[in-house]
């Protein structure tokens, strides 16, 4: 049987404000999900004569039933009663805790690879409800439009937004996200803000930061330093619970520049802002083959 290579996107948060705690401690939350061009890739080879599901190489400081590789296909598997099995490859380049939704994204891809090579055809809106069991971030993943979030982040609007290039430095730090969220000094009570006004531009500026960064700069200095570097540049904000920070640019160009500058210690990259992601567009590629091929 054919083997399934695909794109396991990043994402930023362009802002991030925190408005409550629910009663199940999950936090109440306003973000706007930029889809990247750039992220981790896995190949998928399904086996039909046995239900194991194998993933290399292994990521450090995380055993294999906790991969949330691995956890997606075994949801899969329980919720559709599906005894085929899959042998999984995933090419890492995402940062683990870097805030840019890396294991999230793992996740996605796998639900939807298998989805179509098991033959499941669950559908989107089910796929997406099975990626929240995993995690907060997987269901944007799972319908991969860039997105405004409400709710835990799963109450998405897909939005356009114009061409842009970022920047993303990684001080070399990895940050638990359930960490930040149970500090007692982050901040919980932003207010509701309308989607509408903040996509127009009709907010204040002070709109676009994100809720988590003072309490992140106050643990992590090498991300105040980052931080403080990167805002030569422009807007310099922390993507989800950190560690990265990203900073928009107009063009390749630019970020070409900025990257050259980025002082010893910090792994960096540009990526470009994709509405769709390219998890969505690969896939639609290879199941366009798959019907010309019979
Ligand atoms: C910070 C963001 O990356 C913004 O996009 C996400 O909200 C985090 O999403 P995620 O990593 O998929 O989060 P999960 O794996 O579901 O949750 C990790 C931990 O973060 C906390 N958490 C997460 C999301 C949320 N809206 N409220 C929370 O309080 C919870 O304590 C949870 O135990
Ligand atoms: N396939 C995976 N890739 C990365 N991390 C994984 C994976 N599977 C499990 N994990 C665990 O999830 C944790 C968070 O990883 P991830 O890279 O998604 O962080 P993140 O980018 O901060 O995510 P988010 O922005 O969604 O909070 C890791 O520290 C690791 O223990």
Redesign the pocket.
Known sequence: MRALTLPAPA?LNRLLRITGRRPDGYHSLQTLFQILDSGDTLRFLPRLDSDDITLSPA?A??AEA????VRAARLLQQQTGCRQGAAIE?E?R???????????S??ATTLLALDHLWGLNLGIDRLAALGLTL???VPVFVRGDTAWAEGIGEQLVPVDLAPCWFVVIHPDV????AAVFGHPGLTRDSTVISMRRALAGAAPDAVWRNDCESIVRALYPEVDRALSWLDQYGNATL???GACVFCPLDDEAQADQVLRQVPDGWQAFKARGSNRSPLHLALDTAKGLDRAQG
Request: net charge negative; glycine share 24%; no cysteine.
């Open positions: 994402k990521l400081n995380v906790d991969n949330l590789v995933l890492k995402l940062p683990m805790g870097g805030g840019l939704g890396g294991g999230s793992n996740a995690g907060a971030d990895e940050i638990s996200t993507t989800g619970t």
